[in-house]
């Protein structure tokens, strides 16, 4: 099997040979077909997440290296263990990456995209930036429909991460109006599958004019740019007195703090993000206006079902994607940390 690898955090990914790992009882082996580049994996390939103040969160532990990344990802099924029912060689199939130990209290939840022993494809094990996947059970593979290959792998992480997050906030927006902060690759997911979550009043905030423009392309009402010194003040006008609710799909300190300043009373910030920083905020005004922030990280294997229910029902908006070959896995690693992609990069095998 040929995948595109890190051997040590932050070098260039390598071509590597290896032979196929073999399989038993309930595993799956898959040929990746495509693999989307999410901006988390610059984090887990960099090994570390930025808390601010010049302090960061060393995420090197417990990963075996070289290490291939990649968790968005759709494949064909090759072989399957003595136990396994419910697919067989030759099936198409989404994988669900968020993978837990399967035998702690929050696994058992329906929460284990939370487990403190996480078994995440690309992110703890051998993930999709590769030819060939090893999938521990064949409840992780869900079936896409017609839906074509290069979407339906964006679902298993920045549509799924935008889904949870909706659904999360849905209750404050539904009625009102929501800001979407970030139009990346997560948060134009988030404007794509907005409508069907949501009958909100949805506007964009993004510094880059130009995902400032797909973010009014995917529907918002108006797109602001956070970082002009007149946007609070403009934003603030044209919503009448600010907004239900916020998803920062950027987790930045200036994205965060221009979230939580922009909500009318009762409204509730959710971060989805997780490029960096610290979040300030005045505690007065955190009962003054009975805001509740709220964390939203990806989401778990009901939500993924459901998102691509209302993906294969023709529900959701189309998402901005283009496709690269698998060996420009670094080339677009490297883009995306310079902020020159607008949607989602997705790699074909």
Sequence with gaps: ??????????????????????????????????????HSDIHIWEGYFDL??????DIRGGRELPHTLG????????????NVTDVKVGDKRVVYPWI??????????????????????????????????????????????????ELACTYTCSGLTAYSALQKVKSRADGGKLLII???GVGL????????????????????????????EAGAVEAIDPSDPAAFKSFMGMTGGGVNATIDFVGAESSAAFGAKVLTKCGNPGIGGRLGGGLSKPL??????????????????????????????????ELAITP??????????????????????????
């Design 324 to 349: 690269r070959p698998m060996k420009e896995a670094y080339n677009t690693l490297e883009d995306l940390r310079a902020g020159k992609v607008v949607g989602r990069v997705v790699l074909q095998s």
């Design 100 to 149: 837990g130990c399967g035998q702690c209290s929050i696994c058992a939840s329906g929460e284990e995209q939370l487990c403190n022993r996480p078994r995440q494809l690309g992110i703890d094990v051998a993930g999709g930036y590769s030819d060939t996947l090893l999938v521990p059970h064949s409840r992780y593979l869900l079936d896409y429909g017609s839906l074509p290959k």
């Design 1 to 38: 099997m040929k995948s595109y690898q890190f051997e040590e955090y932050g070098a260039p990914l390598v071509e590597n040979t290896s032979e196929a790992p073999s399989i038993s009882g309930d595993e799956v082996l898959m040929d990746v077909t495509a693999c989307g580049v999410c």
């Design 284 to 317: 007065p005004m955190v009962p003054f206006k009975a805001i509740s922030v709220e964390g939203s990280y990806v989401g778990n294997l009901r939500e993924m079902q459901e998102l691509m229910e209302l993906a294969k029902a023709g529900k959701l908006n």
């Design 182 to 184: 970030g139009a990346g």
């Design 52 to 57: 601010g103040n010049n302090k960061k969160l």
């Design 71 to 82: 968790h968005e990802i759709v494949g064909t099924v090759t072989a399957v263990g003595e």
């Design 189 to 216: 997911a988030g404007m794509a599958i907005a409508k069907s979550v949501t009958d909100a009043e949805i506007y964009v905030a993004d510094i880059d004019p130009e995902k400032r423009k797909a973010g009014l």
